[in-house]
């Protein structure tokens, strides 16, 4: 086996040894210092390379740039002195799961292919597949729904109150590029985003429960929200490898994660740059292939039914084998039809059979926006009822009385 070895670091003292002790392995074939990040990545995207040696000062070093390099298949490999503890922490919290120790230089090439283990031909690797791995404890439910508004927040947030009802632990995640609403609609007027904040957090490697936890806003004794973007220019600082973190750590945090995203489904954006391109849809995508399970909401009308279907057919092309409910929105006498035909159309398009109808209230929900509360924590209504089904459905959890979210502290 033969390899071709970046090299990244910054000057560092190791790296003229490392070029010298590489260049004369027998079983290294090509080795490239890159000058930075930028460098780096670019190079690795070319397909070239198997592994890449990093340095811990290296700038500009985070967990995006780790994470672009698995999805190029180079594997990363940190340098530390041997026993420096608080380096080798750095490197496993940007995701670098591999170390070498520098005073052992002359047998770099040895722990290179150790480290990639790759065989001689390797067969695709499906990206999404490979990134959907539960590291926590948690169950994630994905909210999502076509563009023209269904309600995908207003249901993502009636299955978090619901499932905060039962005394389940549960946190909401506002990760829509386009429009986070949450929130607004429970009137949290946050200076900073806390799905930001989080990010950058996450990029420097210092995300984890407790700092998680000093993002997200406690609105019930048993709900928390990780708020979205008050601006929707602001999504390029939420990237792939930041939002892979955050949900990985929301999953050790709550035993029931909802997360709210965005319409877009389209990742050829990549095809209108040169270099590596910033990608606002990405953080939708991989809430939808790290999710157990998605909620697809679609509106009952006839232009909400039509964008519902195609959307679920294009929700199974881009993640094969989705668990995908379909929910349909805003029922109401004046469309004509029922839900037996609703139901029947939609089972003919995509094969599937929607868990539940939820009528047009607007006025609970306007009730609801207006109080800064869920539809839970005020009166009783149909909305509120049918969205207890579809938590009953898609969670498995029955409404508790008397409800703790209406103890929620003003």
């Known amino acids: 086996m033969t390899l071709s070895v970046l090299i990244a670091a910054g000057g560092a003292s190791w790296e003229s040894d490392a070029v010298h002790v590489l260049e004369h392995a027998a079983t290294v074939t090509h080795v490239r210092r890159c000058v930075d990040v930028l460098d780096l990545v670019a190079t690795a995207a070319s397909g070239q390379a198997h592994a890449a040696l990093l340095s811990v000062d290296l700038p500009g070093l985070d967990t995006d740039v780790v994470h672009r390099?698995?999805?190029?298949?180079?594997?990363?490999?940190?340098?530390?002195?041997?026993?420096?503890?608080?380096?080798?922490?750095?490197?496993?919290?940007?995701?670098?799961?591999?170390?070498?120790?520098?005073?052992?230089?002359?047998?770099?090439?040895?722990?290179?292919?150790?480290?990639?283990?790759?065989?001689?031909?390797?067969?695709?690797?499906?990206?999404?597949?490979?990134?959907?791995?539960?590291?926590?404890?948690?169950?994630?439910?994905?909210?999502?729904?076509?563009?023209?508004?269904?309600?995908?927040?207003?249901?993502?947030?009636?299955?978090?109150?619901?499932?905060?009802?039962?005394?389940?632990?549960?946190?909401?995640?506002?990760?829509?590029?386009?429009?986070?609403?949450?929130?607004?609609?429970?009137?949290?007027?946050?200076?900073?985003?806390?799905?930001?904040?989080?990010a950058r957090s996450a990029d420097t490697g210092s995300l984890d429960l407790a700092d998680l936890t000093r993002h997200v806003r406690q609105v019930g004794p048993t709900l928390r929200v990780l708020t979205g973007m008050g601006r929707a220019d602001r999504w390029p600082q939420l990237r792939v490898g930041s939002f892979d973190r955050i949900l990985e750590v929301a999953r050790e945090m709550a035993?029931?994660?909802?997360?709210?995203?965005?319409?877009?489904?389209?990742?050829?954006?990549e095809l209108a740059y040169d270099t590596t391109a910033p990608r606002r849809n990405a953080a939708t995508l991989r809430a939808l292939e790290r999710s157990d399970s998605v909620v697809a909401v679609g509106a009952a009308d006839p232009l909400g039914l039509t964008r519902l279907t195609r959307g679920v057919h294009e929700l199974r092309d881009r993640v094969p084998d989705l668990d995908v409910q379909i929910v349909v929105n805003r029922m109401r006498d004046s469309l004509g039809w029922g839900r037996e035909q609703i139901a029947s159309t939609i089972e003919r398009f995509t094969g599937s059979v929607p868990v539940a109808f939820l009528p047009h209230d607007q006025v609970a929900v306007d009730r609801a926006w207006v109080d800064g509360r869920t539809l839970l924590e005020g009166r009783d209504s149909a909305l509120r009822r049918a969205l207890g089904d579809v938590a009953s459905a898609v969670l498995g959890t029955a409404a508790v009385r008397p409800r703790a979210m209406a103890r929620r502290r003003r």
């Open 69 to 198: 390099l698995v999805e190029a298949r180079v594997t990363p490999v940190g340098f530390a002195e041997s026993g420096d503890g608080p380096v080798e922490a750095r490197f496993e919290a940007i995701g670098v799961r591999t170390c070498a120790d520098t005073g052992g230089l002359d047998r770099i090439d040895d722990l290179v292919i150790a480290a990639t283990a790759l065989p001689e031909s390797v067969e695709p690797v499906d990206a999404g597949a490979f990134e959907r791995v539960d590291r926590g404890t948690g169950r994630m439910v994905t909210v999502w729904g076509p563009t023209g508004a269904p309600g995908r927040s207003t249901v993502a947030l009636g299955l978090a109150a619901e499932s905060a009802d039962t005394g389940t632990p549960t946190l909401l995640v506002d990760a829509d590029t386009y429009g986070g609403s949450v929130a607004q609609m429970l009137a949290v007027l946050d200076e900073v985003s806390g799905i930001l904040a989080a």
């Open 255 to 269: 035993p029931v994660v909802i997360v709210d995203v965005g319409f877009c489904l389209e990742s050829d954006e």
